[in-house]
């Protein structure tokens, strides 16, 4: 080991801080290891030198990479690999590590970039964000951006024209709390977490089992969908995170109470009540919400003792969404099916007396502007044991329409077309099916209508419309005409709705939004929102995730750029746990939920399901000892 020594460019671009015993010079002076634990590096750029014939080139194409204190530089060889994170390094000739340029100066924290002839190339559109890159060493961080191309001319020093560079020492670590522990909260935490080496993150949330509508709302049958579970599991398991469950924000601790424990909060607590239609009779017994019927196959707490009455024939769902399809999908699929998916054990046994056979979904605009996909429109077509029923002169004219509109809604309505215009001996077997569905369009609740005694539901009187304008703006304009549906049983699926945390939170009650700019809510700095809270409650996961990582972004811009004044130490949970024991909450640890999880697991194998849900939040407390 020789420490650092020889002639080198090397370390220039990279380590600001050279390590003791980062930089080997091998036989021949060949063989070096660059490094740096805890550093990472984000953007694309190039980097290279040459010095005593040595002469060797740097390229990464952008995405984090992060040394685990051992990139190795290959003697004589063209790449070498850096850390732990696999980034590539591609040397071209011999390359040479040393010591000339970089150095660690007194007292740890300064670094220095060095190597001169060092050549930092930034890649990517002018005016994009550049290169940075970030580290910290004994407490101390550093963060670079340098956002043009720059030769480092003199070893010991950078401040080259574009490049900023921030460097604080002893800084306390960024304390960050996320409110709700969906996807918004659980993508917002893994994108910090990532990008950020120090910041520290707690979830908080309401119910004592996290994941949010992965749980509560994805449908049972789609289990594929739920193993994002994996990934949130990985984060919340992060040595710096922490996830606080049984936590209701806004009751059991104030919004303020977080912001003056965290040096940001993000409300990441998704849409907990749904749209109403505003109808007369849409409290009549028999009419119940898309979203407590799906809490209620879901074993979401609230919605467990739901009992709807399932002893009709026909149902109405309104709303042409995916969670429209999901409710026909449940209530007409063969119980077999269900049987084998983590749908609660209650649930199950209502849709085994079930009488419903007929269920139609009714939306107030026409084919061209459905809001469900096509994979959930093809699962339904195909499902066992029932029956499409759609009116082929719904779709008169719409082969010509579809010639110019985007791929997936193309594809989506050429299968309508060809549901509806299917012969009935093209599909024999399902000609003979016990079960029906289909879609009606053009039709918008006018009032849910009571049976002769009133006590409850026994049809619904629909509006017809006319659209005005085209495509996916169309407005649906009631004709004056009427059509009345008997069913006894009517879903409401129009769309879920988030609702005001606390009076200390800024909320567009018209848009049921937390307002904000990229996840930074207004007029309150420190404060930011993700997900459906951010932006409404529409959007998969994968949406979902998109607008948390943009949010994430935004907070570790405000760190990194001074607006989160990191320089004063915040104690977390070591204030917020105060405040909750005093109010005698007490929190849910992630490996408290892991208790839950194996025992529903372990219930579910005995039934030859995946898990059997815990409905009862008492329950799951007494089963961790609380
Ligand atoms: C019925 C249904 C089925 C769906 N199926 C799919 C699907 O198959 N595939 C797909 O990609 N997407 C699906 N989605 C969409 C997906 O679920 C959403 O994109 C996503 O869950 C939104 O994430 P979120 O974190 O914003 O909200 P949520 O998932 O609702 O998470 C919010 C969390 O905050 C917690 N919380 C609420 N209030 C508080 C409080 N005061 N204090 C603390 N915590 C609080 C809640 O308990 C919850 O855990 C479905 C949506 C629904 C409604
Ligand atoms: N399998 C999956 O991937 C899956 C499953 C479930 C949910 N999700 C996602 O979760 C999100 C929420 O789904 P969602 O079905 O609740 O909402 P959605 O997709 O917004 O659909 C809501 C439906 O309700 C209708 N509607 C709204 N207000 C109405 C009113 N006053 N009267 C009559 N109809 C009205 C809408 O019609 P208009 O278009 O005319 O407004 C629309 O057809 C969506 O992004 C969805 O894709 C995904």
Known sequence: MAGVGGAARLGGCWGAQWGAGGAQEGAGGLNGVLGWLDEVLRGSMECWGAQGGAEWAQRDAGGPQQGAGGAQWVAGGLRGVLGAWGGWWVGDGGAQTGAEGAHRGAGGPSGVLGGSGVLVRVLGSAGGPGVSWWGDLGGAQWDWQLTRDHTITSPGSFSPPGARRWLSSRSPAPRVCVVGSGPAGFYTAQHLLKHHDLVQVDIYEKLPVPFGLVRFGVAPDHPEVKNVTKTFGQTARSERCKYYGNITVGRDVTVAELRQAYHAVV?????????TLGIPGENL????????????????????DLKPDLSCETALILGHGNV????????????DLLRKTDITECSLAALACSKVKRVWLAGRRGPLQVAFTIKELREMINLPGTQPVLNPADFTGLEN?????PRPRKRLTELMIKTALQKPGEMAAQAAAPRQWGLKFQRSPQEVLPTADGMRARGVRMALTRLEGSGESAKAIPTGDVEELECGLVLS?????????????????????????????EGAPGLYCSGWVKRGPTGVIITTMND????????????????????????????????LSSRGVRPVSFSDWEKIDAAEVARGKA???PREKIVDPQE???????
Do not use: C
Not at 401 to 405: L, R, S
């Open 324 to 335: 429209a399809l999901d409710i026909a999908r449940i209530l007409l699929s063969p119980l």
């Open 401 to 405: 329409a579809v010639k110019d509109i």
């Open 267 to 275: 409300l990441s607590y998704g849409a907990e009540d749904n749209r």
């Open 285 to 304: 017994p028999g009419v119940y919400s898309a979203r407590a019927f799906v809490g209620w196959y879901n074993g979401l707490p609230e919605n467990r």
């Open 548 to 579: 948390s990582f943009d949010t994430a972004q935004s907070v570790l811009e405000d760190l990194r750029g001074g607006v989160l004044d990191v320089s004063v130490s915040k104690e977390g949970f070591g204030a917020v746990g105060s405040i």
């Open 493 to 521: 699926s129009i769309g879920y709705r988030s609702l005001p945390l606390d009076p200390a939170v800024p909320f567009d009650s018209q848009r049921g939004i937390i307002p904000n700019s990229m996840g930074r809510v």
């Open 620 to 626: 799951m407390l007494q089963l961790i000892g609380h």
């Open 607 to 609: 039934a030859g399901k």
